[in-house]
């Protein structure tokens, strides 16, 4: 079956203490991963896409197809960057929707 | 930076009473798509729309709920005969193409008594 982990519920670090927020997947074929991060009280925002390769908020992922993860990944944590984070991989049957992991907690403290 | 809008952001409703829930997605956005989270819960993805009909939807999504986009601009989650177990924060989200992010929207918080 389809599947997507995110197996730590909270991740708490101090500032400045890398952060790997882990993610894996179970997809048939090539899959599509996303994050999403919601801060508190606010709306899912797109955070990066694999596809795109792209750095945000000085968050990096890397997809590794053969171990199936899609961690999320950031050197130097700050503590604006305490937020849920969601792995969210794209169904690659059907209408191809989002599926959103269980989320991690960041707590990064001063 | 265009957003999608929900309202109301918190609806209080008796068990047995239909509630609608409203999203004005992105204007140039074709793609449309309920999700819902149960408080402490993940992400559910309820129903996703496109060219005014259902493209897909979860096992959730029984026939109690329906969505509706009424005048081209609105895209409504009804869910009739609430339950107890409906209380949860329901997200909309809109997409300009089938391949690309969604954008989400602050969600309703749906408290049902």
């Known amino acids: 079956a389809q599947r997507v982990t995110q197996p730590e519920k909270l991740l708490s670090v101090f500032k400045g203490a890398p952060v790997e927020l882990k993610c894996n997947y179970s997809?048939?074929?090539?899959?599509?991963l996303f994050w999403y991060v919601q801060y508190s009280r606010q709306r899912l925002q797109l955070l990066l896409r694999?596809?795109s390769r792209e750095s945000i908020k000085g968050f990096t992922a890397d997809l590794n197809k053969g171990e199936t993860s899609f961690h999320l990944k950031k050197p130097f944590a700050q503590e604006e960057d305490s937020a849920m984070y969601y792995c969210?991989?794209?169904?690659?049957?059907?209408?191809?929707?989002?599926?959103f992991g269980t989320g991690t907690r960041l707590l990064v403290s001063p | 930076e265009p957003e999608v809008t929900q309202t109301p952001s918190h609806q209080v409703t008796q068990m047995g009473q239909e509630v609608i829930l409203r999203c004005v997605p992105i204007?140039?956005?074709?793609?449309f798509y309920w999700y819902r989270q149960i408080l402490g819960q993940k992400v559910e993805f309820l129903v996703s729309?496109?060219?005014?009909?259902?493209?897909?939807k979860s096992e959730i999504f029984d026939d109690q709920f329906s969505v509706e986009r009424p005048d081209g601009s609105n895209f409504t989650l009804k869910i009739r005969s609430t339950k107890l177990e409906d209380s949860a924060m329901y997200f909309c989200?809109?997409?300009?193409?089938?391949?690309?992010?969604?954008?989400f929207g602050s969600g309703t918080r749906l408290t049902v008594v």
């Open positions: 997809y048939s074929g090539s899959p599509e």
């Open positions: 989200a809109s997409s300009e193409e089938v391949l690309y992010g969604y954008t």
């Open positions: 204007s140039n956005h074709l793609y």
């Open positions: 729309f496109y060219n005014n009909e259902i493209s897909e």
């Open positions: 694999h596809i």
């Open positions: 969210a991989p794209r169904t690659n049957t059907g209408f191809q929707k989002l599926v």
